[in-house]
């Protein structure tokens, strides 16, 4: 049981770094807010999450 939230929690805090590193590296104008949305979708998808935030955040706004 322990082992299961470690990994839950491991999984959202590295989705953070990974949404707070993306921000760190692009232009302001292609920036994704950090909010629990953003970091649940890539706590749940990883990667993939991360490039259909970019592109979501490209083309849309």
């Known amino acids: 049981m322990l ?11 590295l989705s953070f770094f990974m949404l707070y590193g993306y921000n ?23 990667i993939p999450g991360l490039l259909f935030l970019i592109v979501i955040r490209l083309f849309v706004f």
Not at 28 to 39: D, G, M, R
């Open 3 to 13: 082992t299961k939230i470690f990994k839950v929690f491991k999984r959202i805090l």
């Open 24 to 46: 760190v590296l692009t232009p302001s104008a292609a920036l994704i807010p950090i909010n629990i949305f953003t970091v649940l979708v890539l706590a749940l998808f990883e």
